[in-house]
């Protein structure tokens, strides 16, 4: 049966994680957890591992030459790779507002790839250094 | 100009400080903040992670920026962009502040009380005495940060990452996302200073290894980097001979420590802890300098920008109290708190029975990992608290809450002490 060894991150004891799966991929027994958090975990982590992508994309016409993007959830962590190569090379215009939309469903997966950071048109920022 | 509050510096303590004193009433406050937008480092910390305790999500930094960057514009609060504070000096009241910037040229603002949230900066190479030439190519971690995050720049292509700090595993997943080869991230310490959940999400997620116990001892090339010598060391953290390797890379990243940016609190005659490097403060995170506040990583270095957010309201709402002429207990006695066993320092210093809150939070870091720990507060031989804590470490921040029912005013100093169970009982007097 195939045995994965991980590291809980749940807590900062950081346990020592065996799980054991079936050659189907189910999970047959997580062991070296002390809590249910750390088998809720094992579980997770040795069947569907997910993560968070952030990254950023170009941006033309602002007050900054990028802007901070991240996909709205989690995605199967073997797509990281294909969320970075969709978002490559993208560039969009000022202004880019919290929260906006800049790839839907980026490489097929559930998530919008979404801006987490505002970027003014450049003009606009000018009239704003002294906001006295 | 003259100001009741200035706060020198716009990241999150300087915001969430604003915030505070302006929602405690005070009218007449600027915030200043060199760079040319508010938020502080939080711009250029691209990840998820921020805001857990705060929000119950995860944000990323530049998302944690905004609610208090939108929370203080919505109150009106001012503040000057792209002005750097270079003095500042008690004058017969209060403070005199010295700004510079490019539309005004040098101004005074003299000011009533004044919060210091300048945060803390990286300590650089010529902290660590690497032997080797200087070429370019070697950055500290939060540079090569900025460079990818802020400024689109990838600045090398195959990197070693000296120091396993947050920033330094941040940057190698960052980094390798980003097309470069992370060849590995050497450790000085057996041990990794970093969180477990970055040690996974940024290292073992992209199969970089960690090598624990080993140092730079040489960086070759003569305009850029061309390679480093990584050497495994002893217990004494001495270099063993015949452990070198050569690695041939572009760059070299530095995650090798933060430290409180205090030369303006210097200035102004504020004492400094040995331990942290930040200002010493008592109950009200008051520096021993009248009106002079302190909150964030100029105070002590955080783990988690929640817990700067909470200090620097804080320290808002007691410069309020401070501005507004409240309680100003006339007999100021203060209790000085000392660290023993593991712990390191604690935040406050001090605390004065007379003017202190129901409840006062300390916080601290131990200096080595605990097992099976206890905490304990005791005062002579009366224990105060006890409390277990099944794991510490150093790279996390722990806080306790103070009461000040426990405290006669008698008290000579009240001991903050953790240590493992099985060391016994503290011993430390």
Not at chain 1, 93 to 105: D, F, R, S
Not at chain 2, 94 to 109: D, P
Request: hydrophobic fraction near 40%.
């Amino acid at each position: 049966m195939p045995i994965t060894e991980l590291v809980c991150i749940s807590c900062p004891l950081g346990c020592p994680l065996r799980v054991e799966t079936d050659g189907a991929g189910r999970v047959i027994a997580v062991t070296g957890n002390t809590c249910k958090r750390g088998e809720d975990y094992g579980r997770r982590e040795a069947t569907t591992p997910m993560r968070t992508v952030t990254s950023t994309v170009g941006v033309t016409g602002g007050t900054a030459p990028v802007a901070a993007v991240r996909t709205r959830g989690e995605v199967p962590k073997n797509k990281i790779f294909a969320v970075m190569e969709a978002l490559r090379g993208v560039i969009v215009p000022a202004p880019v507002e919290l929260g906006q939309v800049i790839i839907p469903h980026i490489a097929g997966t559930d998530a919008d790839l979404i801006a987490t950071q505002r970027v003014e048109r450049r003009e606009a920022q000018e009239e704003n250094q002294f906001a006295e | 100009m003259d100001r009741e509050l200035v706060i020198i510096g716009g990241g999150p303590a300087g915001l969430a400080a604003a915030i505070a004193a302006r929602e405690a009433g005070v009218r007449d406050l600027l915030v200043l903040e060199r760079e040319k937008e508010l938020g502080g480092i939080l711009n250029q910390c691209i990840h998820n992670g921020f805001g857990l305790h705060t929000f119950q999500e995860e944000l990323t930094g530049p998302e944690y920026a905004a609610r208090y960057i939108d929370r203080a514009q919505a109150l009106g609060i001012p503040y000057r962009l792209s002005t750097t504070v270079v003095d500042l000096q008690r004058q017969e009241a209060g403070l005199a502040v010295a700004t510079v910037s490019k539309g005004e040229g040098l101004v005074q603002i003299n000011a009533r009380a004044v919060i210091l949230a300048m945060g803390c900066r990286e300590r650089p190479r010529g902290a660590l005495n690497i032997p080797g030439a200087r070429p370019a190519g070697i950055f500290s971690a939060g540079t090569a940060q900025r460079l990818v995050n802020r400024e689109g720049w990838l600045p090398g292509k195959r990197v070693v990452i000296l120091g396993s700090g947050d920033i330094g595993l941040i940057m190698a997943r960052r980094m390798t996302l980003e097309g470069a080869r992370v060849l590995c991230v050497a450790e000085l310490m057996p041990y990794s200073g970093g969180l477990k959940r970055n040690i996974v999400q940024c290292l073992q997620d992209y199969d970089i290894p960690l090598k624990l116990s080993h140092t730079v001892v040489d960086i070759r090339g003569r305009e850029r980097v061309e390679g480093v010598t990584l050497a495994r060391v002893d217990e004494s953290l001495r270099p063993i001979p015949g452990t070198e390797e050569e690695l041939d890379c572009d760059t070299l990243l530095l995650s090798v420590g933060l430290l409180p940016e205090n030369e303006l609190s210097k200035a102004a005659g504020v004492a400094l802890s040995p331990v942290t490097g930040g200002p010493l403060v008592d109950e009200s995170l008051e520096t021993g300098t009248p009106g002079v506040f302190a909150c964030g990583n100029v105070l002590h270095v955080h783990d988690l920008v929640d817990y700067v957010s909470e200090e620097a309201a804080q320290a808002g709402r007691s410069a309020a109290a401070y501005l507004q002429g409240k309680p100003s207990a006339p007999s100021r006695r203060d209790i000085p708190l000392t660290p023993c066993g593991a712990v390191r320092y604690t935040v406050p210093a001090f605390v004065d029975p007379a003017r202190m809150p129901e409840e006062v939070t300390v916080r601290f870091r131990v200096g080595r990992g605990l097992r099976g720990a206890v905490v304990t507060v005791r005062a002579g031989g009366r224990e105060l608290l006890r409390r277990k804590r099944p794991v510490m470490a150093p790279g996390e921040m722990e806080q306790l809450t103070l009461k000040r029912q426990w405290l006669t005013g008698d008290e000579a100093a009240l001991e903050i002490c953790a240590q493992e169970a099985k060391e016994g009982e503290p011993s430390c007097q």
